[in-house]
C-alpha cells in the first residue's frame, strides 16, 4: 500500500508541476499541452473501446462521442483560463486529486463494503475519505493562495463552497467509476502502459475529465 500511495503522490506532484507550467508559462504552452494529454487520451479510449465486445457501427459512434467530448474539455479549459485565470484551474485540479488521494488511502485503511460492483476495489469508506481529502484538501489549497496574494481568489467558504467540494469529488469518483467500467468490459487491468509502474494516461487522470467541466459548471451555478 505505501509503495503505491508514494506513487500517487509523486505523478500528482508531476501532473501538477507539468500543468503549472503550461498553465503560466504563456498561451501557447497551455494550449500545446492540453491538446498533447487529451491525444493521449483518446488513444487509450480507442484502443479501451475496441477491446470491447460491440459492434463495429456502435464502436464508431462511442469513439465519435468521445472525440467530441474531449474536443468540449480542451474548448473549456482554455477558456477557463482565460476568462477566470489559471488559479481557477488549479483549484479544480487540486480537489480532484484530493478526491483520489483520499479513495485510495481511506479505501486501503479501512476497507469494508463495496461501493459498486463495476470496481471490486471501490468501498463505501473509499468514497467517503475521498469526499473528506477533497474538503480538507481543497480549503488548505484556497487558503494558501488567498494567503500568496494572488488576488483573482473570491471563493469565501460557506454552505455552497463545502458542497461544491462535496459535488467535487463524486463527480471525479464518477469519472473514475467510468473507466473502471470501461476496463471491466475490455477485461484489461489498466488502461496503457505509458507510465511504467502506475498504467495509463486515463488511470491516473479519469476523474479529471470529468471533475473539471462538471465542477466547473457547478461552480458557476453556485456562483
Known amino acids: 500500500m505505501l509503495s503505491n500511495f508514494l506513487n500517487r503522490i509523486l505523478t500528482s506532484i508531476t501532473l501538477i508541476i507539468i500543468l503549472s507550467f503550461g ?28 477491446k470491447i465486445n460491440l459492434s463495429k457501427i456502435f464502436k464508431i459512434i462511442i469513439i465519435i462521442l468521445i472525440a467530441l467530448y474531449l474536443y468540449f474539455f480542451y ?16 483549484i479544480l485540479l487540486v480537489a480532484c486529486i484530493f478526491s483520489d488521494i483520499g479513495g485510495y488511502v481511506v479505501g486501503k485503511m479501512i476497507g469494508g463494503r463495496k461501493l459498486t460492483s463495476i470496481s471490486p476495489n471501490k468501498t463505501i469508506s473509499g468514497a467517503l475519505g475521498s469526499i473528506v481529502f477533497t474538503i480538507f484538501g481543497t480549503s488548505l489549497f484556497i487558503i494558501l493562495l488567498k494567503k500568496t496574494d ?67 459548471i457547478t461552480f458557476l451555478i453556485f456562483y
Request: proline residues 2%.
Open 150 to 216: 494572488f488576488g483573482l481568489i473570491e471563493i469565501e467558504f460557506s454552505f455552497l463552497s463545502y458542497l461544491w467540494m462535496i459535488l467535487m469529488s463524486i463527480y471525479c469518483q464518477s469519472g473514475d467509476l467510468f473507466i473502471s467500467y470501461l476496463k471491466r468490459k475490455a477485461k484489461v487491468k489498466d488502461t496503457g502502459n505509458i507510465l511504467p509502474g502506475h498504467g495509463g494516461i486515463l488511470d491516473r487522470v479519469d476523474g479529471l475529465l470529468l471533475g473539471i467541466p462538471v465542477g466547473f
Open 75 to 90: 474548448l473549456l479549459v482554455i477558456r477557463i483560463k482565460i476568462d477566470f485565470g489559471e488559479e481557477t484551474i488549479l
Open 23 to 50: 498553465l503560466y508559462y504563456n498561451e501557447f504552452s497551455w494550449s500545446v499541452l492540453v491538446i498533447f494529454f487529451l491525444c493521449l487520451c483518446f488513444y487509450e479510449f480507442y484502443n479501451l473501446i475496441n
